[in-house]
């Protein structure tokens, strides 16, 4: 695998997610396909030059995901990935995650033909991403 190369990026992602049953623990969290390789991830993007970091993730889940809602101000947490830029190199990403309780899910949306969209329970959604710190956060996340 070839090495990490140059600056640690900054990130931004929304963790979608609703409530989908009486109990508090009835939590569903929605992932979007990545556009290259089709791996299950949650919607992200990059910082945006004067926008809040919670803001540019909320708008990231609008244009990946097709969804609105009320997005944290203060992030559940941090993972890390190696993000490929090319056929010989990666660049170590860090991505700060932001719980956005879903109030409206659009029929059509910015990025609807390059990404699919679904829904999964936590332990679904935990099993289908590749981040193994990821995969913890999304077990650990207080979502209600």
């Known amino acids: ?6 600056p640690i990026i900054r990130q931004v992602a929304a963790l979608p997610y609703r409530i989908d049953g009486p109990a508090k623990d009835d939590v569903l969290i929605l992932l979007v396909t990545s556009r290259d390789t089709g791996r299950w991830v949650l919607p992200k993007g990059n910082l945006m030059v004067g926008i809040a970091p919670h803001r540019a993730a909320a708008r990231e889940a609008e244009e990946e995901a ?8 203060k992030p559940l947490g941090r993972f890390p990935y190696r993000k490929w830029r090319s056929a010989k190199r990666f660049e170590l990403a860090k991505v700060d995650v932001f719980a956005l309780k879903v109030h409206k899910e659009m029929s059509t949306w910015k990025e609807q033909g390059q990404r699919q969209r679904r829904w999964f329970t936590r332990d679904e959604a935990a099993g289908m991403v590749d981040e193994p710190e990821l995969r913890k956060l999304l077990h650990a996340a ?3």
């Open 142 to 144: 207080k979502l209600a």
């Open 1 to 6: 695998m070839p090495p990490v190369e140059g």
């Open 66 to 73: 097709g969804v609105r809602g009320t997005i944290a101000r």
